[in-house]
């Protein structure tokens, strides 16, 4: 399972709104910073040199 699913399910059974709310805000944390990570599929591949004609 994810870690934002289980944040998700976290919040969603929180009673208490300020933990709901910082469980959110971890939850746009960690995708927020998934998406600024660089990918590691990219580091693996290699540039090809285009031939000149």
Wanted: glycine fraction near 8%.
């Amino acid at each position: 399972m994810k870690p934002t699913s289980l944040i998700g399910i976290a919040s969603a059974l929180a009673n208490n709104r300020k933990i709901k709310l910082a469980l959110v805000g971890m939850q746009f944390a960690y995708l927020g910073y998934k998406l600024l990570q660089p990918k590691e599929s990219e580091k693996g591949k290699k540039k090809r040199k285009k031939l000149k004609r």
